[in-house]
């Protein structure tokens, strides 16, 4: 049953006797809780927020409602890790209710600034006509994570132009200014991406419009993120309202990017290449990056998307974190790979490997099952029309990706993972993809998939929803002969 307007804008101390810990027994008992992902303590996890490194931590909020698993009261919550693989949950770090963040601490950033981390956030307000006015607002954390409300907002004002869709400020700094990218919707119901400046933090100026040639590229961006990798300006940002082109923008909602040479802070001239989506699977939205102290750019996202429903739902909570992956630029595409760190979570070092000729057949091997591991395989394709990998399978149940080489598709398959999705959330997802070689690098927990393709040139994010008994791994190919070189770590 949907919560009522009053129920999902409740603060958690507005819970009733018994309502939290009533979730917290549900969540005990499901089967699909993550390993080793970030996931919320109960409730609904949605965007990452204010990814950054303070004081010997790597720092990640993220957007949570606690009472459920509707999109309600938002707070941030703060989970931190020495090795962005093991993470300590903190706890609530922003907590709404003020007067210019009373319906939500919406999403943000941070940024360090005299030794203490800046976190600038929308903060949701509605007024007795349930119109939205946001504003831009500033926390402070110290070293002992004590997080402190600066009193008035930092922005105010929508500039004119812009609806009330005016919120996610990107945060970062070049030389003695900040310079802030906040995800805007025009008057006329398009979206887009502005621009401000400010020297600290508190007083900003606004500067325009970033210049793209994207006129009309859905109705609203939201949480922008602009970075200068290799040489280049990379806008990222998550477009709501973009129609299905054949294999393309296939999800609810999307997440790209733009490339070109750095954008002109001056004038906010951008020349940039075609929009290209970040990840190609079902469950990926809201990414946010942050530069670690060796110069790594990394990013993480929502591993989810709005407006959907998946089938822990009904267990009390909702959503996870993908994993950590470092970004690096390669004939014009950003490359995302898992950062070296998640070798961590090996249990043994070597793992267990198998080589596998195969000719129009499906294998199972001795000790390739499990519930969470990575995995990684080289298919050599010796003729076969069809290879691939069923995974989390059983006799009813498998999830698949598979390369077609005649039609030069990769194709990931969860039309048999396990707890149905609705028609809304998809069951195939396929790109174009032309190699003799596949090189698949997997990421299994419990109700989840982060697969990289051919060192990171293509990602499925996409959580499945398999019984715990569904722990078979399969190799196959078809219509001719395929080589297989697999090694397998549990997690």
């Known amino acids: 049953m949907k919560m009522t307007r009053s129920q999902l804008y409740r603060r958690i101390e507005q819970a009733e006797p018994g309502e939290i810990a009533k979730l917290e027994m549900q969540i005990a008992v ?31 909020f993220y957007q949570w409602f606690p009472l459920g698993t509707e999109h309600g009261m938002k707070y941030w919550y703060h989970t931190r890790s020495r090795n962005l693989v093991d993470w300590e949950n903190i706890g609530i770090a922003i907590e709404p209710g003020g007067r210019y963040d009373s319906h939500g601490a919406y999403s943000g950033s941070a940024v360090e600034k005299d030794g203490r981390l800046n976190m600038i956030y929308t903060g949701n307000t509605r007024d007795e006509n349930w119109i939205r006015h946001p504003y831009q607002c500033l926390a402070v954390m110290d070293e002992e994570n004590v997080v402190t409300k600066y009193e008035q907002p930092v922005i105010r004002e929508v500039p004119s132009g812009y609806t009330e869709h005016f919120r996610d400020p990107k945060v970062w700094q070049r030389g003695d200014a900040y310079y802030c990218v906040i995800g805007a919707q025009r008057t006329d119901k398009t979206g887009c991406t502005v621009l401000y400046r400010s020297v600290d933090l508190k007083q900003w100026q606004f500067l325009g419009e970033i210049n793209t040639r994207y006129p009309a590229l859905g109705y609203m961006w939201e949480c922008p993120d602009y970075i200068e990798l290799d040489g280049q300006g990379v806008l990222i940002f998550s477009p709501q309202g973009i129609q299905a082109e054949e294999d393309l923008y296939q999800n609810i909602y999307q997440s790209g990017y733009l490339m070109g040479p750095p954008l ?7 020349a940039h290449g075609d929009f290209q989506e970040l990840d190609r ?109 069923e995974f989390r399978a059983s006799a009813t149940e498998k999830t698949v990706i598979q390369y077609n080489r005649l039609q030069h598709k990769l194709i990931l398959d969860r039309s048999q993972s396990g707890a149905a999705l609705s028609e809304a959330n998809g ?15 997997m990421f299994v927990d419990s ?45």
């Not at 060192?455 to 722990?471: A, K, L």
């Open 281 to 389: 699977g079902f469950d990926f939205y809201a990414p946010q990056t942050m530069l670690s102290p060796d110069g790594r750019r990394i990013l993480v996202a929502w591993m989810g998307l709005p407006d959907l429903a998946y089938p822990t739902d009904n267990s009390g909570w909702a959503h996870c974190i993908t994993i950590p992956r470092q970004l690096s630029i390669q004939d014009n595409k950003l490359i995302q790979q898992p950062v070296a760190e998640m070798e961590q979570l090996r249990r043994e070092k070597q793992g267990i490997s198998a080589k596998v000729r195969l000719d129009d057949e499906c294998k199972a091997v001795a000790h390739f099952h499990g519930i969470t591991y990575e995995l990684e395989c080289e298919i050599q394709l010796k003729g076969a029309e069809r290879i691939g990998i």
């Open 30 to 60: 499901c089967p699909w809780r993550q390993s080793y992902h970030i996931q919320p303590v109960t409730g609904l996890l949605n965007d990452p927020n204010g990814f950054s490194y303070y004081n010997g931590y790597y720092h990640l």
């Open 427 to 441: 069951t195939i997802r396929q790109c174009t993809l032309k190699a003799d070689v596949i090189q698949l690098r």
């Open 264 to 270: 002109n802070l001056e004038t906010r001239a951008f």
């Open 447 to 491: 109700s989840s998939v982060e697969l990289f393709v051919n060192n990171g040139q293509e990602v499925f994010t996409s959580r499945i929803f398999p019984s715990c008994d569904s722990t078979d791994i399969r190799f196959f190919a078809y219509g001719g002969r395929a080589e297989f070189s697999a090694v397998k770590w549990d997690y």
